[in-house]
């Protein structure tokens, strides 16, 4: 590999083939919009300037490494030129971060103040463009905001594939558009066009006016949308910031969901499913056990079920497959030798949603199937003519396909008609109440951490099966 200088020293090129490449990699920053790792290269932003010895000032995300090439970052001549990008740049944004959900977060922001700091020369009132312009039932596109570095068209043609963007008319008349009259709705991915776009042109309508981000904070988490299992930051406000005015759920509430940069598993991307976590954890929650329909004690419901397990002649288990690894683990030990076990598929596709593709989507909707199957086997559900007791762990299961008589122990997360239906019903708590790991279906092992407070008369059902498994009157 060729050895460079930048700023006189030394460094590794490694397997980069490009200056900006091996500058990032080594902990030199230089600026860029266009560029994005997981994208081709245009080097249309014309930010990451460096100096080349001998050769003047040059764009970096394109400029290929050779054996002795000596770079300068942050030379007087890189920081006038990059300066006046910035102000070309500049010259017919809006600047309305007051008002636009990428403040904080914006890297046309943070390069100003860093390289730039003056206020504009121009006299010109700038260029008015379309402001809300809908891409699709979930992006607003705002024109003025634009500065056209084509990461997003970049995305579909060559991430997502679904080719919804272009860029119609040139110079400041230059748009971002779809593609004839296709938008991306189209496009399963379209969400992380708003996380790759540097500065708050594409924004989320769930996300539009919810929150500054300084006010939140990310916990990392696992998507169970599927088996890929991609690794996901769930962002809700911080404690500190917590509003007293506010429903506590609303303080803890999920306000966004962006991919947690795994590359063993996701890369940089999600699927806008996974986007929607939050929508999924915000159902009517069930925080009280039930004894045939009746509101009871956790304490007694506890009981309750530890009878029907003692009288059970015949008990199958229906174990989750949204359960994590230790939830899992916690079954096999305390109640494995007392029912027979099923794992069962606790999520379906739903109607319109994409079953599968090439690039993450997975057909099976349960984020720990692999991590299930490898303790209790892959074998379909299936019911003895004398099973006199079901387990039922988690969603996924049709009451009216049961056989008919059977009791029903029934362990659940929501406000369901079935929870009534079952003789013993006790709310169990949600991924983003606990802490755990998912095996996805290649085998990587996840974790994720609460961030929500679980319900007063939800338990954790790694501290219930055992229990379960105590004889009934044990302290529970
Ligand atoms: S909308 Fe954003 S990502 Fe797309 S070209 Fe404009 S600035 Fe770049
Ligand atoms: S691909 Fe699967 S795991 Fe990843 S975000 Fe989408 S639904 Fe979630």
Same mark, same amino acid.
């Given at each position: 590999?060729?050895?460079?200088?930048?700023?006189?020293?030394?460094?590794?090129?490694?397997?980069?083939?490009?200056?900006?490449?091996?500058?990032?990699? =080594?902990?030199?920053?230089?600026?860029?919009?266009?560029?994005?790792?997981?994208?081709?290269?245009?080097?249309?932003?014309?930010?990451?300037?460096?100096?080349?010895?001998?050769?003047?000032?040059?764009?970096?995300?394109?400029?290929?490494?050779?054996?002795?090439?000596?770079?300068?970052?942050?030379?007087?001549?890189?920081?006038?030129?990059?300066?006046?990008?910035?102000?070309?740049?500049?010259?017919?944004?809006?600047?309305?971060?007051?008002?636009?959900?990428?403040?904080?977060?914006?890297?046309?922001?943070?390069?100003?103040?860093?390289?730039?700091?003056?206020?504009?020369?121009?006299?010109?009132?700038?260029?008015?463009?379309?402001?809300?312009?809908?891409?699709?039932?979930?992006?607003?596109?705002?024109?003025?905001?634009?500065?056209?570095?084509?990461?997003?068209?970049?995305?579909?043609?060559?991430?997502?594939?679904?080719?919804?963007?272009?860029?119609?008319?040139?110079?400041?008349?230059?748009?971002?558009?779809?593609?004839?009259?296709?938008?991306?709705?189209?496009?399963?991915?379209?969400?992380?066009?708003?996380?790759?776009?540097?500065?708050?042109?594409?924004?989320?309508?769930?996300?539009?006016?919810?929150?500054?981000?300084?006010?939140?904070?990310?916990?990392?988490?696992?998507?169970?949308?599927?088996?890929?299992?991609?690794?996901? =930051?769930?962002?809700?406000?911080?404690?500190?910031?917590?509003?007293?005015?506010?429903?506590?759920?609303?303080?803890?509430?999920?306000?966004?969901?962006?991919?947690?940069?795994?590359?063993?598993?996701?890369?940089?991307?999600?699927?806008?499913?996974?986007?929607?976590?939050?929508?999924?954890?915000?159902?009517?929650?069930?925080?009280?056990?039930?004894?045939?329909?009746?509101?009871?004690?956790?304490?007694?419901?506890?009981?309750?079920?530890?009878?029907?397990?003692?009288?059970?002649?015949?008990?199958?288990?229906?174990?989750?497959?949204?359960?994590?690894?230790?939830?899992?683990?916690?079954?096999?030990?305390?109640?494995?030798?007392?029912?027979?076990?099923?794992?069962?598929?606790?999520?379906?596709?739903?109607?319109?949603?994409?079953?599968?593709?090439?690039?993450?989507?997975?057909?099976?909707?349960?984020?720990?199937?692999?991590?299930?199957?490898?303790?209790?086997?892959?074998?379909?559900?299936?019911?003895?003519?004398?099973?006199?007791?079901?387990?039922?762990?988690?969603?996924?299961?049709?009451?009216?396909?049961?056989?008919?008589?059977?009791?029903?122990?029934?362990?659940?997360?929501?406000?369901?008609?079935?929870?009534?239906?079952?003789?013993?019903?006790?709310?169990?708590?949600?991924?983003?109440?606990?802490?755990?790991?998912?095996? =996805?279906?290649?085998?990587?092992?996840?974790?994720?951490?609460?961030?929500?407070?679980?319900?007063?008369?939800?338990?954790?059902?790694?501290?219930?099966?055992?229990?379960?498994?105590?004889?009934?009157?044990?302290?529970?």
């Amino acid at each position: 590999m060729p050895g460079i200088f930048i700023n006189g020293e030394p460094v590794d090129t490694g397997e980069h083939r490009t200056v900006l490449q091996v500058a990032l990699a =080594n902990g030199f920053y230089v600026p860029h919009f266009c560029w994005h790792p997981e994208l081709s290269i245009v080097g249309n932003c014309r930010v990451c300037l460096v100096e080349q010895e001998g050769r003047g000032v040059g764009i970096a995300c394109n400029m290929p490494v050779y054996e002795g090439l000596s770079i300068q970052t942050d030379s007087e001549p890189v920081r006038v030129q990059r300066k006046a990008m910035l102000e070309f740049i500049l010259l017919n944004h809006p600047v309305d971060c007051g008002i636009c959900d990428k403040a904080g977060e914006c890297t046309l922001q943070d390069y100003h103040y860093t390289y730039n700091g003056e206020t504009a020369r121009s006299h010109d009132p700038k260029l008015r463009s379309t402001k809300f312009f809908p891409l699709s039932e979930r992006i607003i596109l705002d024109n003025e905001r634009c500065i056209l570095c084509s990461r997003c068209v970049r995305f579909t043609r060559e991430i997502s594939k679904s080719n919804v963007l272009g860029m119609e008319q040139r110079g400041d008349s230059m748009l971002v558009r779809p593609v004839e009259d296709r938008t991306l709705d189209d496009d399963p991915y379209s969400d992380n066009v708003i996380d790759i776009c540097p500065v708050g042109a594409l924004l989320s309508c769930s996300f539009q006016y919810q929150a500054r981000v300084w006010y939140l904070e990310p916990t990392p988490s696992v998507c169970p949308g599927c088996a890929r299992g991609c690794t996901v =930051n769930l962002w809700h406000r911080k404690p500190e910031w917590r509003l007293n005015a506010l429903d506590r759920r609303e303080n803890t509430r999920i306000l966004r969901v962006t991919p947690l940069e795994n590359p063993r598993v996701n890369g940089p991307w999600i699927c806008n499913k996974g986007r929607d976590l939050g929508a999924l954890i915000d159902r009517p929650r069930a925080d009280r056990a039930l004894l045939k329909g009746r509101r009871v004690s956790t304490k007694e419901a506890i009981d309750a079920a530890r009878e029907l397990i003692l009288e059970a002649k015949s008990a199958v288990a229906l174990v989750s497959s949204w359960g994590s690894n230790e939830e899992l683990r916690a079954f096999r030990n305390a109640l494995g030798d007392t029912f027979t076990c099923f794992v069962k598929s606790d999520s379906e596709p739903a109607e319109n949603e994409v079953v599968e593709d090439d690039l993450l989507i997975r057909a099976d909707k349960n984020p720990n199937t692999r991590g299930a199957q490898s303790l209790f086997g892959t074998d379909a559900p299936k019911f003895a003519e004398d099973t006199d007791l079901i387990l039922i762990w988690g969603e996924g299961v049709d009451f009216g396909s049961l056989p008919r008589g059977v009791t029903v122990l029934f362990l659940g997360y929501w406000l369901l008609p079935e929870n009534g239906h079952a003789e013993v019903f006790i709310p169990i708590s949600v991924q983003t109440e606990r802490r755990g790991h998912y095996t =996805n279906f290649e085998g990587v092992v996840s974790a994720f951490e609460p961030c929500q407070p679980r319900p007063d008369g939800v338990i954790d059902a790694e501290t219930l099966f055992p229990l379960l498994a105590a004889p009934p009157g044990s302290p529970a």
